[in-house]
């Protein structure tokens, strides 16, 4: 398996995120990990244990809700379990027998964007370097207040 496409995959998956503007990206996200929970039920490689598990997963995206730091624990302890059920030889997909690995190495990308608090990466692209001029940047890096609205800064 080629480790480099699960980054691939994360990366993706937070760009296309920030395409969601907060506070649905959050909520939307919170809903993506209780689903991740569920994910391995129809496997059922360690049986009754599942269950806990999910219900683990739904409390940690509950909280998600109001939280990226739950959502990023959640994506956490899906790697952990995607770990377990690869070690087991329960893979997510039964067809493809390294896909719990793979997704146990793409989950902690997504996990590391939502511990930043799911930032807009779109935004971080579309940002050009004349901004970082602007008077209230300049301001700022100085320790001096930004000019009132509707003035000019140069004249000040």
């Not at 599942?50 to 990226?68: C, D, H, I, N, Q």
Request: proline content about 8%; hydrophobic content about 45%.
């Amino acid at each position: 398996m080629n480790l480099v496409s699960p980054v691939i995959v994360g990366i993706i998956y937070c760009l296309l995120m920030t395409l969601i503007t907060e506070p649905h990206r959050r909520r939307f996200n919170a809903i993506m990990v209780g689903g991740a929970g569920a994910a391995y039920l129809s496997g059922g490689g360690f049986g009754p244990w599942e269950l806990p598990f999910v219900a683990l997963m739904a409390y940690v995206a509950y909280r998600g809700l109001e939280s990226w730091t739950f959502i990023g624990i959640g994506w956490l302890l899906h790697t952990a379990w995607d770990t377990a059920h690869h070690l087991k030889g329960s893979p997510i997909l039964p067809f493809s027998h390294d896909s719990s690995l793979g997704c146990a190495i793409c989950d902690p990308v997504i996990a590391l964007w939502c511990f930043r608090g799911g930032p807009s990466l779109t935004a971080l692209v579309r940002r050009s370097p004349s901004s970082s001029a602007s008077p209230t940047a300049v301001a700022s890096r100085s320790g001096r207040r930004p000019p009132p609205a509707g003035t000019d800064a140069r004249k000040l």
